[in-house]
Nanobody, 121 residues
Framework: QVQLVESGGGLVQTGGSQRLSCAASGRTSTMGWFRQAPGKEREFVAAIRWNEGNTYYADSVKGRFTISRDNAKNTVFLQMNSLKPEDTAVYYC?????????????????WGQGTQVTVSS
């Protein structure tokens, strides 16, 4: 069992930045960030492979968001820049062993509690 604890959400203005953290109690092969806005399905944001460091992004955040990891602290970060009102959502981190379907929520067995990010216009 892997427990995930997110932090770093809050209110930010359009164009601002915010960094989310996700501390994991154990190690899997892949960590992902997803988000869910009211009335919408949970959608993929970014993922990273623990060992290789390979990163993957949704087109909607590419060039604005950066996922990174601190292996020693078992922590994954999501640096969000140039935030837009449409980035407003609850952000979740997820952990699993997927090697290809990193954008599919169902392949991640472990999830954090979520942290709210609100971007004001």
């Amino acid at each position: 069992q892997v427990q995930l604890v997110e932090s770093g959400g809050g209110l930010v203005q359009t164009g601002g930045s915010q960094r989310l953290s996700c501390a994991a109690s154990g190690r899997t092969s892949t960590m992902g960030w997803f988000r869910q806005a009211p009335g919408k399905e949970r959608e993929f944001v970014a993922a990273i492979r623990w060992n290789e460091g390979n990163t993957y992004y949704a087109d909607s955040v590419k060039g604005r968001f950066t996922i990174s990891r601190d292996n020693a602290k078992n922590t994954v970060f999501l640096q969000m820049n140039s935030l837009k009102p449409e980035d407003t959502a609850v952000y979740y981190c997820a952990a699993g062993w997927t090697t290809i379907n990193y954008y599919v929520p169902a392949v991640y067995p472990y999830w954090g509690q979520g942290t709210q990010v609100t971007v004001s216009s």
